[in-house]
Nanobody, 116 residues
Framework: QVQLVESGGGLVQAGGSLSLSCAASGFAFKSYFMGWFRQGPGKERDLVATITSFDVTNYEDAVKGRFTIARDNAKNTVYLQMTDMKPADTAVYYC??????????WGKGTLVVVSS
């Protein structure tokens, strides 16, 4: 079955960096649209960044220039490199996969806390 397992969350000081990974299994990773979403305290789950099967990327305005999404099809893994982090980046970060037929899959999330 489809599995998305996030790792790399934790506590970081404002201005610092953190890298998240999402290990995927159970599907043809290279053909899937992948992304990262986040849900801050008391907020809805929002898009952070996405990457297509052709490596075209898209970012939420608040993270442009600070976050980088990438994928390694050989390792079935998608990454989110976060730099110059801000307290507003505090959230649970979720890995997302969308199949060519339009099915959505989610990981269980990893918590990122940015201290001021």
């Amino acid at each position: 079955q489809v599995q998305l397992v996030e790792s790399g969350g934790g506590l970081v000081q404002a201005g610092g960096s953190l890298s998240l990974s999402c290990a995927a299994s159970g599907f043809a990773f290279k053909s899937y649209f992948m992304g990262w979403f986040r849900q801050g305290p008391g907020k809805e789950r929002d898009l952070v960044a996405t990457i297509t099967s052709f490596d075209v990327t898209n970012y939420e305005d608040a993270v442009k220039g600070r976050f980088t999404i990438a994928r390694d099809n050989a390792k079935n893994t998608v990454y989110l490199q976060m730099t110059d982090m801000k307290p507003a980046d505090t959230a649970v970060y979720y890995c997302y996969a969308n199949s060519p037929s339009g099915l959505d899959y989610w990981g269980k999330g990893t918590l990122v806390v940015v201290s001021s």
